[in-house]
């Protein structure tokens, strides 16, 4: 896929990800609208563009389904059309199913989930006006394997996952194919900004939350270029890290004991 020229939206483009994507694609003479709900983060990511390069900022909750709805409208007019939607936006969740509330598991979900759906419909129409575009969606690799303390997030990204891989199969012989990302450990600050559970002990989530810090390891700008070239290559999946695709590979061979292995693995 050629993206000199091209548009791109990216949610959650503040930080992380979502920012060294943006850069990725503006190095290659992608046009960016950027979402976020981090004023000063998207300041921060937007000056990095190169010249030529036309950027958009946009406050956007991607759990507001009116702002979504609204959203097609604003880059229509700043943009004309877009090609690349990014559906990079996500939040995480401490402690068990048992601990976790029924609003924060819900909370989680209108984000992680419904985020990327009510985006994707929003904008399909313009994808498909397009003659060539692609939606990144970029699920975890907790959407292929699904540990213990992960109930909300891990359902939330098998979700994208699965929806995402039916996505492909119906636009088929369309001008718009889908891409699935599944990055592992990426030093950005999710962890440290999770919700956590009142119910679970200050303690135990402390130690969670450093046992987890310690595996993101992986620079948020190689992830970003990682994803950009496989989307260069119209990658259909993408997995980012070596840890990412170890696990996924025991996965495969082991789908339902693999986190006996992963654990003696440690």
């Not at 300041?43 to 190169?50: I, K, L, Q, R, Y």
């Not at 419904?114 to 690799?141: E, H, Q, W, Y």
């Not at 130690?207 to 310690?214: M, N, Q």
């Not at 990412?244 to 003696?264: D, N, Q």
Request: net charge neutral; with cysteine.
């Amino acid at each position: 896929m050629e993206l000199k020229g091209r548009t791109a939206i990216i949610t959650g483009a503040a930080s992380g990800i979502g920012r060294a994507v943006a850069h990725s694609l503006a190095r290659r003479g992608c046009h960016l609208a950027l979402a976020d709900m981090n004023e000063a983060g998207l300041e921060e990511t937007a000056p990095s563009a190169v010249n030529g390069v036309r950027i958009t900022r946009h406050m956007l909750d991607v759990g507001d389904a009116q702002a979504i709805a609204a959203f097609p409208d604003i880059v229509r007019a700043e943009h004309g059309g877009i090609d690349l939607l990014v559906n990079n936006a996500g939040v995480a969740l401490g402690g068990t199913f048992e601990q976790v509330s029924e609003a924060d598991f819900e909370w989680l979900i209108a984000i992680n989930f419904f985020g990327v759906v009510r985006m994707t419909r929003a904008f399909l129409p313009l994808l498909k006006a397009s003659d060539d575009a692609r939606i990144v969606n970029i699920s975890s690799i907790f959407g292929i394997i699904a540990p213990p303390g992960q109930t909300a997030y891990s359902a939330s990204k098998f979700a994208v996952r699965g929806f995402s891989e039916a996505l492909r199969n119906e636009l088929e012989g369309t001008s718009v194919g889908v891409t699935v990302v599944h990055p592992g450990g990426v030093a950005t600050s999710i962890a440290r900004s999770a919700r956590r559970s009142d119910s679970a002990s200050p303690e135990v989530l402390a130690a969670t939350l450093a046992g987890i810090e310690a595996k993101l390891k992986m620079p948020p700008a190689e992830a970003g270029e990682a994803i950009v070239r496989g989307v260069e290559q119209r990658k259909p999946r993408i997995i980012v890290g070596s840890d990412a695709k170890v696990i996924a590979m025991i996965e495969r061979f082991a789908p339902v004991s693999y986190w006996k292995v992963l654990e003696r693995m440690r």
